[in-house]
Structures are given as structure tokens and as C-alpha cells.
């Protein structure tokens, strides 16, 4: 997956929360640890294989906080700052990882700079030693900053052609403006060309810091043994963050815009209004999206789009929630001589989910179907790091993998309908499209 795409994946994470975990997992306790030095971590124990995971975030930290002139920067960082840390020059420091399987990754997405550590028991040590030292200590080093800087550029480059990423980066601009969120998350040919390593030691001083940082931790380990490694990893960290404040923002949707490109298939994104995670009825919406374009195969778009007519391979929805920002986000890829059917019956079941809603047998298979199989997401330990800071983020509650189940489940169906009538708004949807579409597009 290239990295413009993840990113639209990556807004939709606060939604995928949504999908619980199995009955065995209910059981799972989260624990809060807090170090002798005052860092919080939420852990949850697992002694079944001598695996430890450490996922965190610094919140307000991502590509929305890029200075103009200097957009790309926060990724440019999360690509350097494991390229080399203290005496470590890059060669080294990934040679330490290597011999002792060490997992140590970083990403840089609108809203937040998070990072990912995965390290066998014995090596737990050395880990958070290393991950300390990225932190607190990177290099930029000159060759490690040509090098990753060369590798943005082509990536860059590429990006230049491919129709998604073309798609990704036109929507964005369109429904944002000149709001941060509008701007590339890998920067521009231009401004990735110009930063330099006084530029990222800026971010780090500026973006890393305590109060802003967010841990969650999965595996062989107990609380008394975490305590002293969070103090060990994050103790130099500056008390206090010093990022600008990205404002609230309201897309702006209606538009239908084409970029003609000389290929066989067209991709479309679409977008609308969205609902904030925190609201009463995000399970509502949550439930009916899975009816609409969540579910796969047992989805109304697939069932319409690809198993009756065969015009698309995969077609899809979701719940975009960014921190300043909600948007209901959808895509199709599909031959230039049937993008626009696609769009007309995609249209036509945005339609019929405000006006009709749904009925009962969707609602119960809905909900079998969200507190049941797809729980599976959430067996490895790397996930569920990763989910203990996303709880941590939207502030969800520790018990949270206790309750939300419950929630979904009590979900109604006058509840769906309700939101639906609300939320769905067809007559106010961007649309994008790359490729040469045949005949008229509309929404």
C-alpha cells in the first residue's frame, strides 16, 4: 500500500474501532500503568508467546502541523528518525534491529506522528533503548537524509501518475481549501527538495513531548515491568509540546471534478458530511454504513455494483473521522464506459438509504455480523496496541472492549433510519474521478 493511500485508510481508524472484539477477548483487562516519572500507559498482559508490542502517538503532531513552505516534513522525519540515533550511525542502528529482531516503525498522518515497536522478550531492553534513542537522540545525517529523501521523491514522482493517489491528493484539495488537511501529507517535489536537518531537529523539539504522548502496550510483560521501561523510553522527553493549533474545519461538498488521464479504468472517491465519533449516534451511522458499503460482499453497493452488473471489482464506504474534521468517504475503480453507471446506482443507493433506510433482517445481520466475525482483526498483539492508543485518543474508557458490543447491539432500527434520514445527503456529494470517463457523470 503506498503511503497517499494509506493515509485516506488511516482517517477512517477512529471508525474502524467500532468492530469490537470476540467473546474470549471480553475478557482481556486493560490496565493503566503510570511510571515513576508520571507517563501513562494503557497495557494489556499476554504471557502465551515471549512477544511484546508498543505502539504511540503524539497527538497534533502530523502533517496538518507542516509549516508552509516546509509541507512534508512530518513525513520526511518519520522516514529519518530510525536512520541512525546517538553514536548509532544509520548502518548500525539498524543493524542492532536486524540481529535481534526488532521491529521499530514510524508514520506521519494528518493529525498525529505515531510510532510501533515489536520486540521478543529478551531483547526488550535493547528495544526500548533503541526506541529512546530515536526520540530523543536522531542524527539526520547526511547520507540517511539523501537517501530517504531520494526514495519521498520517487515515491513523489509516481504519485504524479497513479490515478488513486491523483484522486486522493485532488479531494482533499477540493473539500479543504486552504485548511491544512487540503495539503499533501508527503509534501511536493518543491518542498521536500528544501528541507534540511535543521528543519527536522525543529520538529522533533517542537512535536515529541510528554504531554502530547500516547501508549499502548500488548504482550509479555506485567505492569511492575512497565513502568521503568516508559521512564526509560520517554523520561527525556520535554514536559510540553509546541505545535500550532489546526482549526475546526467544515468541507465543503457539491462538486463533481474530472482529471482526464489516458487509461482503461477510471477511479472515483466520493465524499459528504460525516458524524463526529463522540456523538450519541456513531453506532447508528456506524452500523448503517456497514449495510451501505462497509460490509464487503454483504454490502448494498457490492450487491448492486459489482454481483449484479459485474462493473467493479470492489466498491466501498466508510466513516472518515479526522480531529478537526467528519466525512462520509466511498470509491470505486471500474472501466471508463462504466464509471458512470457505477456513479448513478451508487447515487441511487445513497438515495434510497435517506429516504427507505433499512429494514430489520439487514439491521440483525448487521449487528451478528460486527459483534461477531470480524473481531478477528484484533487477535495480534500488534493490534492491539495500536487499538489501546486509538481508545486513548477518543477517549473511549478502559472498559471499553467490555461495552462496546453492548453498544452496537443496541442499536435500533428506527435509530439507523433516523440517522440515515439525517446523515445521508445525496444532493451535496464530491466526486473525483481520474481516468477518460465516457459520458455524462453525475451524483
Known amino acids: 500500500m503506498n503511503k497517499l493511500f494509506k493515509q485516506i485508510a488511516g482517517v477512517a481508524f477512529a471508525s474502524a474501532l467500532g468492530l469490537g472484539l470476540t467473546t474470549q477477548a471480553k475478557a482481556?483487562?486493560?490496565?493503566?500503568?503510570?511510571?515513576?516519572?508520571?507517563?501513562?500507559?494503557?497495557?494489556?498482559?499476554?504471557?502465551?508467546?515471549?512477544?511484546?508490542?508498543?505502539?504511540?502517538?503524539?497527538?497534533?503532531?502530523?502533517?496538518?502541523?507542516?509549516?508552509?513552505?516546509?509541507?512534508?516534513?512530518?513525513?520526511?522525519?518519520?522516514?529519518?528518525?530510525?536512520?541512525?540515533?546517538?553514536a548509532m550511525d544509520s548502518q548500525t542502528f539498524r543493524g542492532e534491529m536486524e540481529n535481534r529482531s526488532i521491529s521499530l516503525s514510524?508514520?506521519?498522518?494528518?493529525?498525529?506522528?505515531?510510532?510501533?515497536?515489536?520486540t521478543l522478550t529478551r531483547e526488550r531492553d535493547t528495544a526500548i533503548d533503541l526506541l529512546r534513542l530515536a526520540l530523543s537522540e536522531p542524527r539526520f545525517d547526511d547520507e540517511a537524509v539523501e537517501r530517504i529523501r531520494a526514495q519521498i521523491v520517487s515515491g513523489l514522482k509516481r504519485a504524479e501518475t497513479d490515478p488513486r493517489d491523483i484522486a486522493s491528493r485532488t479531494f482533499f484539495a477540493s473539500i479543504f481549501g486552504d485548511h491544512p488537511y487540503g495539503r499533501p501529507v508527503s509534501g511536493t517535489l518543491e518542498t521536500v527538495a528544501g528541507l534540511n536537518a535543521n528543519d527536522f531537529r525543529g520538529f522533533v523539539r517542537r512535536a515529541f513531548a510528554k504531554d502530547n504522548l500516547i501508549v499502548g502496550v500488548a504482550g509479555d510483560i506485567t505492569a511492575k515491568e512497565l513502568g521503568p521501561l516508559l521512564d526509560e523510553a520517554f523520561g527525556a522527553l520535554p514536559d510540553k509540546s509546541d505545535l500550532p493549533t489546526v482549526a475546526d474545519v467544515t468541507p465543503t461538498f457539491g462538486d463533481i471534478e474530472v482529471i482526464e488521464q489516458d487509461i482503461p479504468q477510471s477511479q472515483a472517491i466520493w465524499g459528504q458530511k460525516g458524524i463526529k465519533r463522540k456523538d450519541p449516534d456513531f453506532y447508528a451511522a456506524y452500523v448503517m454504513n456497514y449495510i451501505l458499503g462497509g460490509g464487503g460482499f454483504s454490502s448494498r453497493?457490492?450487491?448492486?455494483?459489482?454481483?449484479?452488473?459485474?462493473?467493479?471489482?470492489?466498491?466501498?464506504?466508510?466513516?472518515?473521522?479526522?480531529?478537526?474534521?467528519?466525512?462520509?468517504?466511498?470509491?470505486?475503480?471500474?472501466?471508463?464506459?462504466?464509471?458512470?453507471?457505477s456513479l448513478s446506482l451508487i447515487s441511487t443507493e445513497w438515495s434510497k438509504m435517506k429516504q427507505d433506510g433499512i429494514d430489520q433482517e439487514e439491521l440483525d445481520n448487521a449487528k451478528a455480523y460486527l459483534t461477531g466475525a470480524f473481531p478477528l482483526r484484533f487477535t495480534s498483539l500488534g493490534n492491539l496496541s495500536g487499538m489501546l492508543v486509538g481508545m486513548q485518543k477518543e477517549d473511549l474508557g478502559m472498559d471499553f472492549l467490555d461495552r462496546r458490543n453492548d453498544m452496537v447491539n443496541a442499536v435500533t432500527l428506527d435509530d439507523v433510519n433516523r440517522v440515515a434520514a439525517d446523515l445521508m445527503d445525496p444532493a451535496n456529494v464530491t466526486v473525483t474521478v481520474v481516468g477518460k470517463p465516457e459520458g455524462e457523470l453525475a451524483f
Not at 501513562?40 to 496538518?64: K, Q, S, V, Y
Request: charged fraction near 25%; avoid cysteine; proline fraction near 2%.
Open 28 to 86: 482481556v483487562e486493560v490496565q493503566e500503568v503510570i511510571s515513576d516519572g508520571g507517563i501513562r500507559a494503557w497495557l494489556i498482559e499476554d504471557h502465551m508467546n515471549p512477544l511484546m508490542t508498543m505502539d504511540i502517538a503524539f497527538t497534533g503532531a502530523g502533517a496538518a502541523t507542516d509549516p508552509d513552505g516546509k509541507l512534508g516534513l512530518a513525513n520526511m522525519v518519520s522516514g529519518l528518525i530510525d536512520e541512525g540515533a546517538g
Open 106 to 118: 514510524f508514520d506521519a498522518g494528518r493529525d498525529d506522528f505515531a510510532g510501533s515497536l515489536t
Open 301 to 341: 453497493l457490492t450487491e448492486e455494483v459489482r454481483e449484479k452488473r459485474g462493473l467493479a471489482y470492489g466498491v466501498y464506504s466508510y466513516l472518515a473521522d479526522l480531529d478537526h474534521a467528519e466525512m462520509m468517504m466511498g470509491g470505486v475503480a471500474t472501466r471508463n464506459d462504466a464509471i458512470g453507471q
